[in-house]
């Protein structure tokens, strides 16, 4: 069975400064990974996926983030935060193998910035 | 190109009664996935459809819950005898049906609240 471990429940950066955000997956499979942003009260935003090919990944809104097998990590980061990127982060794993199927989230990261 | 859709996007029901949830699926994707979410937890898959067939519902209670996705009209997400432990965000995801790009688009959601 597949699981996303997000470590810590809220992460406080202030404006400006490096947000690194750290998620954790287990896999049986070759997985593949997303991080998706979630603004109060609305539905869930694709920041950017892997799934093959180049391990660092670019995304939306300045972010990126790198999958590390050996560690089993996708951590999310952007090089300088922004008061708009205030909002909940989740992150998310498939092992389909080529085909659709339900999503694994993590318990998500809350993103706080401080002025 | 609209969006996932859902609605109503805000539902309230007394113990008991049941609650109906619409999802109508970006234009021209036939998958359609359901999710639930409960206050400080990510969000955890329910069911997966294609048209007229469920191809995975592992999520889904095995009382009092049932989905479907008609050939025609939106895909509903069905309780019966609602319980307060049913009040949650319940989201809607779609993607294309062919080569799918592993991206599942989010509706806003509905939140069922049950007095």
């Known amino acids: 069975a597949q699981s996303v471990t997000q470590l810590g429940s809220h992460v406080s950066v202030s404006e400006g400064a490096l947000v690194l955000l750290r998620c954790n997956y287990s896999?049986?499979?070759?997985?593949?990974l997303f991080w998706y942003v979630q603004y109060p009260n609305q539905g869930l935003q694709l920041l950017l996926k892997?799934?093959?090919?180049?391990?660092l990944v670019k995304g939306i809104n300045g972010f990126e983030a790198e999958f590390k097998k050996s560690e089993t990590s996708f951590h999310l980061t952007k090089p300088s935060a922004h008061m708009s990127d205030a909002a909940e982060y989740f992150c998310?794993?498939?092992?389909?193998?080529?085909?659709?199927?339900?999503?694994?989230f993590g318990k998500g990261t809350h993103l706080i910035i401080q002025p | 190109n609209a969006g996932v859709m859902q609605n109503p996007r805000h539902l309230v029901r007394r113990r008991g009664q049941e609650a109906r949830l619409r999802c109508s699926p970006m234009?021209?994707?036939?998958?359609v996935y359901w999710y639930r979410q409960l206050p400080e937890e990510g969000l955890k898959f329910m069911v997966y459809?294609?048209?007229?067939?469920?191809?995975?519902e592992s999520g889904m209670p095995k009382e009092r819950f049932s989905a479907e996705f008609p050939k025609e009209g939106p895909s509903i997400l069905r309780i019966q005898q609602v319980v307060r432990g049913d009040s949650a965000a319940y989201f809607c995801?779609?993607?294309?049906?062919?080569?799918?790009?592993?991206?599942?688009?989010f509706g806003p959601g509905t939140r069922l609240t049950v007095t």
């Open positions: 995801a779609s993607s294309p049906p062919l080569f799918p790009t592993y991206e599942q688009y």
């Open positions: 896999s049986s499979v070759p997985p593949y």
């Open positions: 892997y799934t093959t090919g180049a391990t």
């Open positions: 998310a794993v498939s092992d389909s193998g080529g085909g659709a199927d339900g999503l694994t």
């Open positions: 234009k021209g994707h036939s998958h």
């Open positions: 459809l294609q048209k007229e067939n469920i191809i995975d």
